[in-house]
């Protein structure tokens, strides 16, 4: 995406509709908000880039790591580290050595991902766009969105990787058994299973539904936000009120950013834990 404020001031809703498109294979339009059958070609390399970012960085720290005289980078890992183990340790005292390692990734990446949402929504599509334009495209037909977390897919897949992660707790702790009675007898007894599938059934969904939601529900509201600012760029007079307003949001949206990764990371340890409960029969 590549438009500057030109195309914004003759057509603002073009504008909005241009930044919210993804990079497709086909490349020739923006795919819509959801698609679970086309591959994000934008999506999917900002998130790559991250992963091997985070992962660089740790290798690196852990390749050089100095207990007595830590780096910058070393204490911020460290910090890291120390406040998600803590997370894990009251919410989950149980928890087997997957779990922390588990939650520091995500937190850390969905923190990234987020964090793309800081950048001048016009930086990185016109930077795209220059490139594609070297090769001979048109950089008005070249759609780049830079923030993961605002696109469903993303999001989904997170959370579906959590859920897998609830199911095979529920077994390893409960059995196939053991979770197959959470469905009978929870939460009304054994007098009322039609019910209690239901209402079990419904509940477990909720869990992946509510965490793939409410992360790009937030962070797609900002980014439209961080839109609808930049478009008060359609004069000089109106400069002001836009640098202004974009710092107000930009503050402000530097606390949804981190508070969004923890949310995702803590309830991640609270379903993990309350999977590895045992269950009751009534």
């Known amino acids: 995406m590549s438009e500057s404020n030109a195309p914004a001031i003759s057509s603002p809703v073009e504008y909005i509709q241009h930044h919210l498109g993804n990079m497709t294979l086909d490349g020739e339009r923006p795919a819509s908000l959801v698609d679970f059958s086309v591959f994000f070609v934008d999506t999917f390399l900002v998130s790559l880039i991250l992963a ?33 183990n803590q997370q894990v340790k009251d919410i989950f005292p149980t928890a087997d050595k997957m779990i922390g390692p588990l939650a520091i990734t995500i937190f850390v990446w969905v923190l990234l991902m987020n964090t793309m949402d800081l950048i001048p929504v016009d930086l990185i599509p016109s930077l795209v766009g220059g490139v594609a334009g070297i090769f001979g495209y048109d ?67 909720a869990k992946p539904v509510s965490l793939g939601l409410r992360l790009f529900g937030n962070m797609f509201a900002g980014e439209l936000l961080f839109l609808l600012i930049a478009l008060l760029a359609f004069s000089v007079w109106a400069m002001p009120a836009q640098i202004a307003l974009g710092t107000l949001w930009g503050i402000f949206h530097m606390l949804v950013v981190p508070l969004q990764a923890f949310i995702f990371m803590l309830l991640t340890i609270v379903y993990l834990g309350l999977a590895s409960q045992g269950v009751d029969e009534h």
């Open 52 to 84: 091997c970012l985070f992962g660089y960085a740790a290798w690196k720290v852990g390749k050089n790591i100095d207990p007595d005289n830590p780096t910058g980078l070393q204490n911020l890992l460290e910090t890291v580290v120390e406040f998600v």
């Open 139 to 205: 950089p008005h037909h070249v759609y780049f969105k830079a923030v993961p977390t605002t696109n469903l897919d993303t999001t989904f897949a997170l959370a579906l990787l959590v859920f897998g992660l609830i199911i095979f707790y529920n077994i390893k702790n409960k059995g196939v058994v053991g979770y197959a009675k959470m469905f009978l007898f929870h939460p009304f007894g054994k007098w009322a299973i039609p019910v209690n599938i239901i209402m079990t059934t419904i509940e477990e969904i």
